[in-house]
């Protein structure tokens, strides 16, 4: 990957100097999982950064027995750095929702490259501060109806990480499951709504059964806001 397709793809770099994404690019393993693939134990954190080139990966918690979805990530983003820089164990692992291309960074060399160039380091910060809020902001929501909950994660998806198909937005067609856990409702609730909008011919099934098409992506959108 060329150092200027690492700063389009990725937010956390664009305002990184050249020479740092030349810098990170050299010491980057490229890595390729299939779907349902362990992607990174719950051992093995603290070890790399991990930037996702292409697919959409989960973030679960083991809760003794039992696996709850924590996060739903994409093309474009990154994680493990939490890990890299409070050094603390992790009762998390990641695992693959679709094939998955990424590229893992050392954690030391990542280390060194922030304190070298204050702009990744300080746009590292303004990542942190708009995954808290989103944590805020998902809090904040806890007591609206599920509708609103539902609608609002399926657009949050698709404005994060969604590429658009004829300019209709398109995501990963998320197992229940975990649709449900990052939304905060119940399983069956999310199931009941979710055929609700497939009759409104808000949402579409790719023939393939691998994407949805948010074709009442402003509906939603209104929905959410309520």
Do not use: C
Not at 6 to 30: D, G, M, V, Y
Not at 106 to 127: C, E, G, S, V
Not at 156 to 179: H, M, Q, R, S, W
């Amino acid at each position: 990957m060329r150092p200027d397709l690492l700063s389009e793809l990725f937010p956390l770099f664009n305002a990184a100097n050249p020479e740092t994404l030349t810098e990170l690019l050299s010491a980057s393993t490229e890595l390729t999982y299939p779907a349902g693939r362990t992607v990174l134990m719950e051992d093995s954190w603290g070890n790399a950064i991990y930037l996702i080139v292409a697919g959409w990966i989960k973030v679960r918690h083991d809760t003794g027995g039992d696996y709850v979805t924590l996060a739903v990530l994409g093309k474009g983003d990154f994680f493990g750095e939490m890990a890299i820089l409070d050094e603390s164990p992790r009762s998390t692992d990641v695992v693959a929702l679709s094939s998955v291309q990424l590229l893992s960074i050392p954690a030391q060399h990542f280390i060194d490259t922030l304190f070298k160039d204050h702009h990744l380091h300080h746009r590292m910060l303004q990542m942190m501060v708009r995954r808290l809020r989103h944590t805020n902001s998902h809090f904040q929501r806890r007591r609206k109806p599920t509708a609103i909950k539902l609608a609002h994660t399926l657009t949050a998806l698709a404005e994060t990480y969604g590429e658009n198909k004829d300019t209709v937005p398109e995501i990963f067609n998320l197992p229940i499951d975990d649709l449900a856990a990052i939304a905060d409702i119940p399983k069956e609730d999310a199931a009941k709504i979710m055929e609700k909008l497939r009759e409104k011919d808000w949402i579409v099934t790719s023939q393939n059964g691998q994407t949805l098409q948010l074709k009442g992506f402003n509906h939603l959108t209104q929905l959410a806001q309520k």
